[in-house]
């Protein structure tokens, strides 16, 4: 085929992971990469529709521009994220323009309409009898209860051990629960392809910005040093990191926007840098990181 062996590679990696699966089933093929923040936005909506419609024959298949450059470019990938639907080899409709749940599910209908395609052939992906454990997990975790989330979410991935989004919530969990250690140990265990996943990514940023948090003493100090030392920068920053690993998320968005607002270019641009890993830790697609975000954009561009 006048491939080189790298190329070659990328074939049969794509044969093994998207052709096979599309001779009986329906792929979603979402075209993304590390560094795209609308990419990330879009992932657990793929992931709640490929799990809804798992019973009907669809499965969701990623790939990394950046790690498989050559399969984008045979499919022409100018920007991302890019998705098709593949059936049988081949791609069969373009659902880039389909952003929202309901557009996403409506192009489903109308192609698995048309499309011989077994229910059930959606092989191992997670079953939609999963889905209301893990709202129960995500709405325990959002009522404070971090403890019977860790149990919820560990009882998920009893059944399902790559659900990125059960093993997501359990690092959450944990860490909202101070146990960072045991995090941090269950994230190095995880499989290489599972920890690359945007909700596994998102997890081990918080995680990252969790191992700072301070006694309530110390982050009373942190406080109170910081409103006596507007002027002081490294001070204001030290208690922003602090009170977001305390919890204090939007104690730590006010102070580094403030910073941002007084000395954009501080320390290269630290505060700026560190609001945007906690967007990252948050996830992008979190009304509180929206609302933030605005607040950022009026203070760049007025």
Known sequence: MGLNLDEQKAVERFRKEVVEPSMKSLVILDFWAEWCGPCKALTPTLEKIAAEYADKGVILAKVNVDEEQFIASQFQVRSIPTVYAMFQGQPVADLTSARSEGQLKQALDQILSQLPIEA?????????????????????????????????????????????????????????????????????????????????????AALELAKDKPEDSELAGLRQAAAENPADMDKQFEFAQAAFAAGSRDEAADTLLKMIEADRGWNDGAARAKLLQIFEAVGLEDPWVAATRRRLSLILFG
Do not use: C, W, Y
């Open 120 to 204: 059930g052939a959606g092989g191992d992906e997670p079953k939609q009898d999963i889905e209301p454990l893990i709202a129960m997990g995500e709405e325990l975790l959002t009522s404070g209860d971090a403890e019977r989330a860790m149990g919820v979410f560990a009882q998920i991935i009893e059944l399902a051990p790559d659900n990125a989004a059960a093993n997501a919530g359990l690092l959450r969990a944990m860490i909202e629960a101070g146990h960072t250690e045991e995090a941090a140990a269950a994230l190095a265990s995880m499989p290489e392809d599972l920890a690359k996943d945007p909700a596994i990514e998102r997890a081990a």
